[in-house]
């Protein structure tokens, strides 16, 4: 059956496609959204200083993202394909566009061995809630501590949840996740809508989080908050990397890819500015700092759920996880994929292989006693991955992408793979050509305090 990759994907992977339209739709929103809109947006935020940090991050979403996942999945469909296969397949066999696939895998690789440790916490906190929250707010902040110090709390999640991400890529992601998807990531929806009204209407934080999210301070906004906004707007549309092209190659032609990119991009946007609004009410409210790291939502959101029991926290944390969940598999899948086309490997040793590598690597990020200098500061081995990966190696995966879809990528089979050749591709057309690449360009020189005609006070 057409639907059914994963079952015949053993050896000589036969393309399959995604069980309904909602398929891809279900399977990319549930790649885009995960920890990286409930966790780690409102907690960048929180550090960067709020507004203008986010107004940064929403134009890098129109002008760089959507173009970027609209291409990623162009690439995709057309040559059903892994990532690295696919720019072979569009341009020739030792094609160094190739490089950009790799990078992808190693991205994969390297964000999956951090994020793993990040929704091992998502559920431990499970267990927490039905054992309930009590004491005073400082005690239940100190609970989170203790679970990151402890380097054998954080093995075991870490552990649990790479046996989870390892058991179900070897299963198949269609039968399994595109089911889920259609039950958990609506729930996850309506719990989110749920703690956004109750912080903006019954606690006296609303205001101020509203106006923390959204009304820009431009001097808080640093050379270094531009570029991790640029980047955040890749992590949180899985972009750069190679997800989309895979998760596309399994996309109907029916199937009218703007549109499905701007579904996604809008869904995973306004979770993050739900999230985000959630949780900054409770800090305003209960007087605490926003730039709390990366125990922002792990500090914070118990703190309420002391109040409301575990009939809230226990689901909240359960959707959290698998929102990880169907992320962290889609970033297994990518390095998998390549294993099995490319190298000949079977599904069931590429899994167990690579995540137990992944695995492995991922200690060094769970121990965070472990650091090394970094940007002029000692830093955990689990900051230095994320800033690197999120930073620097998904905005130079994403402008190979857009370089190779603007001038390598042939016009007719872009063209077909739009399905037209009216207003809407030439404005895509241009924007892929000049906007995306210069802004991404200027962003990272920005990043690494470059730009000519800035002054960055050396
Ligand atoms: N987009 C995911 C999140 O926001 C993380 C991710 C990054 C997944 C890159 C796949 C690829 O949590």
Not at 50 to 61: E, K, M, S
Not at 261 to 290: C, K, N, R
Not at 380 to 406: E, H, K, Q, R, S
Request: hydrophobic fraction near 50%; glycine fraction near 10%.
């Amino acid at each position: 059956m057409a639907n059914e990759i994963s079952s015949n994907f053993e050896t000589v992977p036969s393309r399959g496609q995604w069980a309904s339209h909602l398929g891809f739709i279900l399977a990319a929103a549930g790649s885009a959204i995960g920890l990286g809109n409930i966790w780690k947006f409102p907690y960048i935020t929180g550090e960067y200083g709020g507004g203008a940090f986010v107004l940064v991050y929403l134009i890098c979403v129109v002008i760089v993202g959507l173009p970027l996942m609209i291409a990623e999945i162009m690439i995709g469909r057309r040559a059903q394909k892994n990532p690295v296969g696919a720019f072979q397949e569009l341009h020739h066999k030792s094609s160094p566009w190739q490089l950009t696939g790799w990078l992808g895998v190693a991205s994969g690789f390297l964000i999956l061995s951090f994020y793993s440790v990040v929704a091992g916490w998502a559920i431990a906190y499970i267990f927490k809630s039905i054992v309930g929250f009590t004491g005073s707010p400082e005690q239940i902040q100190n609970q989170f501590v203790e679970l990151v110090v402890s380097p054998y709390d954080s093995i075991l999640w870490h552990s649990i949840f790479m046996f989870l991400c390892i058991a179900i890529v070897i299963g198949g992601v269609q039968r399994g996740i595109e089911r889920w998807s259609k039950i958990l990531m609506p729930a996850l929806f309506v719990i989110l809508v749920g703690l956004m009204f109750y912080g903006l209407f019954f606690t006296h934080g609303g205001m101020q989080a509203l106006e923390f999210l959204f009304k820009p301070d431009f001097s808080k906004l640093s050379a270094e908050a531009a570029l991790s906004a640029l980047g955040h707007a890749f992590f949180t549309l899985s972009l750069g990397m190679g997800a989309m092209i895979t998760y596309g190659s399994y996309m109907k032609k029916s199937d009218n890819i703007l549109k499905n990119a701007v579904i996604v991009s809008f869904l995973d946007t306004i979770i993050a500015l739900m999230a985000g609004t959630a949780i900054f009410s409770l800090v305003f409210h209960y007087g605490m700092e926003p730039g709390q790291s990366v125990g922002l939502i792990f500090k914070t959101l118990p703190v309420l759920f002391k109040e409301t029991g575990p009939g809230i926290s226990v689901p909240f944390f359960i959707l959290l996880s698998f929102a990880a969940l169907t992320s962290g598999i889609s970033l297994l899948e990518v390095v998998v994929s390549y294993f099995i086309d490319i190298r000949g490997w079977s599904r069931t040793k590429a899994t167990i292989l690579l995540g137990s590598a992944i695995y492995l690597f991922g200690l060094l990020s769970a121990i965070s006693s472990i650091t090394l200098p970094f940007r002029g500061k000692d830093q955990g081995i689990f900051d230095i991955l994320d800033f690197v990966t999120t930073n620097y190696m998904l905005p130079v995966g994403g402008l190979l992408t857009c370089l190779f879809t603007a001038w390598v990528f042939k016009r007719k089979a872009k063209i077909d793979e739009f399905g037209s050749e009216g207003f809407l591709y030439r404005v895509f057309d241009i924007i892929i050509k000049v906007v995306t690449p210069i802004a991404v360009i200027m962003i990272l020189l920005h990043g690494l305090e470059l730009l000519p005609f800035m002054d960055y006070g050396k």
